[in-house]
């Protein structure tokens, strides 16, 4: 509720809140389930969840059956997710991830140090299904990824003409709405503006509607 009051008070139309798969430590719990209606009037609530991968097979942790309730599901790259295979390997997985669920939204941040992908492979096959990419502030801010990184993945997107959501991946409340620290390094790929989802709060709902029809 603290985040969605913080949220408003800066000026935003919406929030989403995507708390991890039920594969993570501090996993979604009775408290997510009771967020599940819209609490503030004034500012809508997306709810979601960053799905875990899994295996290399692209299972993710979602539970089946319920996906109706969902307005946003990321895919997210965690420590849970097999390590050390190498990019090719790695692309391959996140590639059969896109393919195997189609009611995903949005990868989130995909350029992990840790976890090597082709950007050009990924990109195609998330444009080629309809997902956005996340352009994930905190890591920037936090030094959890280079700014280089986050330039190379813009520009594979743009050569693809993959969408993109600029999100702040806040885990505090004064970093809600922020994109300070990928904002000037989208500017310098000068990444077209139209492929940005979350540009204004209208486009992000229309997303959010466009991508209802795999949630059934
Ligand atoms: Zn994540």
């Not at 708390?19 to 979601?48: C, Q, S, W, Y």
């Not at 391959?92 to 090597?116: G, T, V, W, Y």
């Not at 990924?122 to 956005?132: E, I």
């Not at 904002?183 to 540009?199: G, K, Q, T, Y």
């Amino acid at each position: 509720m603290e985040m969605l009051t913080e949220a408003k008070r800066r000026g935003l139309a919406g929030l989403a809140i995507t708390d991890h798969g039920p594969a993570m430590k501090g996993r979604v719990n009775t408290t997510f389930f009771e967020r599940l209606i819209n609490p503030l009037d004034g500012i809508r609530l997306l709810k979601g969840m960053e799905c875990n991968l899994v295996d290399d097979q692209g299972a993710v942790d979602f539970p089946m059956g319920s996906l109706k309730w969902a307005d946003v599901l990321l895919l997210g790259i965690h420590p849970n997710t097999p390590q050390g295979l190498g990019a090719h390997a790695n692309t391959a997985m996140l590639c059969n991830a896109i393919r195997k669920n189609p009611f995903l939204d949005i990868i989130s941040h995909a350029n992990e140090p840790q976890f090597p992908v082709d950007y050009n492979v990924v990109a195609a096959a998330a444009a080629f299904a309809g997902l956005a990419i996340e352009i994930n502030n905190s890591k920037v801010l936090h030094k959890r990824c280079t700014p280089a990184d986050t330039a190379a993945l813009l520009d594979a997107c743009k050569k693809s003409r993959c969408r993109v959501i600029v999100s702040s991946d806040a885990h505090a409340l004064n970093e809600i709405g922020g994109d300070e620290s990928v904002r000037p390094i989208i500017d310098s790929v000068r990444f077209p503006e139209e492929l940005i989802v979350n540009a204004t709060a209208e486009r992000a709902f229309t997303f959010v509607e466009e991508r209802r029809k795999f949630k059934t």
